[in-house]
């Protein structure tokens, strides 16, 4: 089974990697204790904290000419704390320097 869904990769989450938390979308029913055990034997880290929280589901709107309406999956987020000097490879950013323009005569 499955416990890690997909990393959770967002402006917020990416400066939180820069303190050394990840976030990941696990499955609803599973304990902190597996979690921890799933990130650290998937991606050979120490966690040395984890929290967790549910999200609600939200009620959207489409913009198409029905107008119709849906509701947002609900799914448990975990934040896990990685020991010192570790990181995962998945959640790094590379940041682009911009180029310089050439003057045209």
Do not use: C, W
């Not at 120490?46 to 589901?57: A, C, I, P």
């Not at 509701?71 to 448990?76: D, I």
Request: glycine content about 2%; hydrophobic content about 35%.
């Amino acid at each position: 089974m499955q416990i890690i869904i997909r990393p959770i990769i967002t402006e917020k989450t990416t400066h939180l990697v820069k303190k050394g938390i990840y976030t990941f979308a696990v499955l609803k029913d599973v304990s902190k204790g597996a979690i921890t055990s799933a990130i650290q034997d998937y991606f050979k880290v120490k966690v040395v904290e984890l929290n967790t929280l549910k999200t609600k589901s939200k009620t959207k709107r489409s913009l198409t000419k029905a107008r119709t309406t849906y509701t947002t999956k609900v799914y448990k987020k975990a934040f896990a704390k990685l020991a010192k000097g570790q990181k995962i490879d998945l959640f790094e950013v590379v940041e682009k320097k911009p180029k310089k323009a050439k003057k045209s005569d």
